[in-house]
């Protein structure tokens, strides 16, 4: 899988999240951009998990603070 099928699948997981509808890109942060609370956050962790079928860790998460870092991660 390359960076274009995980992108176009993350971003499918992020648009019912993405209330204001924000432009998606490398740099935009969860947090900041998105406006993710601590509840969204773990609703989207677990949509990313299901979707691929992986555990993200919390260390994992902690780190994870843009759109770009996610894909590459």
Wanted: glycine content about 6%; aromatic content about 10%.
């Amino acid at each position: 899988m390359d960076r274009a099928d995980i992108e176009t699948r993350i971003a499918a997981i992020i648009a019912p999240f993405n209330k204001k509808g924000i432009a998606i890109s490398d740099g935009a942060t969860f947090v900041g951009d998105f406006e993710f609370d601590s509840l969204t956050v773990m609703d989207f962790v677990a949509a990313i998990e299901d979707e691929f079928d992986i555990l993200i860790s919390m260390n994992m998460q902690a780190e994870i603070e843009t759109y770009g870092q996610l894909v590459d991660a």
